[in-house]
């Protein structure tokens, strides 16, 4: 599958936040969702504001969604916003069941995908992705690969 263009991966991130801003507003660390995990997170979004009352979502933001060992991981505030216990195991198994999904999705295009691990970085990805570049491809298409090279001179750069 073709990998996503950047200009419409960022017009879905702003549409996502703008049908429910309070789940992106509040303390949080990186709010990372990879580019073949979007259409999946964008149910977690819609589920979770479905599950919630007016009151209950005050108390729901996400506090960090990335990437760890080949599968999608979101934090959200919760026990320490007093949302209702029941409703934070509800919300940890919307979040659980499309974590699970992540694993057998390519994190670059979405394709059913298959665990990897190259040179210790595990991800999951479609056999397209995996075999054109083992290790650091383009998370959007018509970009160049982010090779390691470019990666320790960006670091060095910024630092
Ligand atoms: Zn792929």
Redesign the pocket.
């Known amino acids: ?1 073709e990998l996503m263009q950047r200009a419409d991966y960022e017009r879905r991130l702003e549409e996502l936040k703008r049908r429910f801003p309070y789940q992106w507003e509040g303390d949080h660390l990186d709010l990372y969702i990879e580019p ?1 995990w979007l259409t999946l997170f964008e149910e977690v979004c819609s589920e979770i504001d479905a599950l919630l009352s007016q009151e209950e979502k005050k108390g729901f933001h996400w506090r960090q969604i990335k990437e760890k060992f080949g599968k999608l991981r979101a934090y959200f505030s919760g026990r320490e916003t007093n949302l209702p216990e029941v409703t934070v195991k509800k919300i940890t198994s919307i979040i659980d069941k499309a974590e699970e999904k992540s694993g057998e999705a ?1 994190l ?2 979405g ?1 059913p ?1 298959s665990f990897r691990n190259t040179c210790g970085w595990m991800h999951t ?2 056999d ?2 995996f075999q054109r570049d083992r290790s650091l491809l383009p998370r959007f298409a018509g970009e160049q690969p982010r090779t390691l090279e470019k990666i320790l001179r960006d670091h060095w750069h910024n630092s």
Request: glycine residues 18%; proline residues 0%.
């Open positions: 599958m073949g390519c670059f295009c394709a995908g990805a479609c397209e992705h």
